[in-house]
C-alpha cells in the first residue's frame, strides 16, 4: 500500500508564501512523475503543477505561473517520491486544499487528473485578503 502524505498548508495573507511538502511511505515504488492540484469549494478539482523526473520538466497551470515552484527533494531523488510546492504571491483565490498525486508508469499528459495512480488527502491552504 502506498501513501501520500501532504504537510505545510495553513492560513496566510495574500502576498504571503507557503511551502507545500509530500512524501511517500509504504511499499516502496519509483513514481514516472508527481503533480499538485486544488479543489476549492464547489468547484473541480484543478491542476496546478507536475514534475517529471526523467528530464525535471516542470509544468504549471497558468494561474500559477511565476509564482508557484515545484520541485523534488534531492535526498530522495532515487525513489523520486518527495516533492515540494513553493508558493510565492499568495492571493485569496488560490484558497483551496491542495492534493498531491503520483503516477509510476510513464504518461504523455501529466496535467490530468485521470493520469495519477495515487493520491494524499490533501493539506488545507487559505489566503486572507
Known amino acids: 500500500q502506498v501513501q501520500l502524505v501532504e504537510s505545510g498548508g495553513g492560513l496566510v495573507q495574500a502576498g504571503g508564501s507557503l511551502r507545500l511538502s509530500c512524501a511517500a511511505s509504504g511499499r516502496t515504488f519509483s513514481s514516472y512523475a508527481m503533480g499538485w492540484f486544488r479543489q476549492a469549494p464547489g468547484k473541480e478539482r484543478e491542476f496546478v503543477a507536475a514534475i517529471r523526473w526523467t528530464d525535471g520538466a516542470t509544468y504549471y497551470a497558468d494561474s500559477v505561473k511565476g509564482r508557484f515552484t515545484i520541485s523534488g527533494d534531492s535526498a530522495k531523488d532515487n525513489a523520486k517520491n518527495a516533492a515540494y510546492l513553493q508558493m510565492n504571491s499568495l492571493k485569496p483565490e488560490d484558497t483551496a486544499v491542495y492534493y498531491c498525486?503520483?503516477?509510476?508508469?510513464?504518461?504523455?499528459?501529466?496535467?490530468?487528473?485521470?493520469?495519477?495512480?495515487?493520491w494524499g488527502q490533501g493539506t488545507q491552504v487559505t489566503v486572507s485578503s
Open positions: 498525486a503520483a503516477v509510476v508508469s510513464p504518461k504523455l499528459l501529466i496535467s490530468m487528473k485521470r493520469t495519477y495512480d495515487y
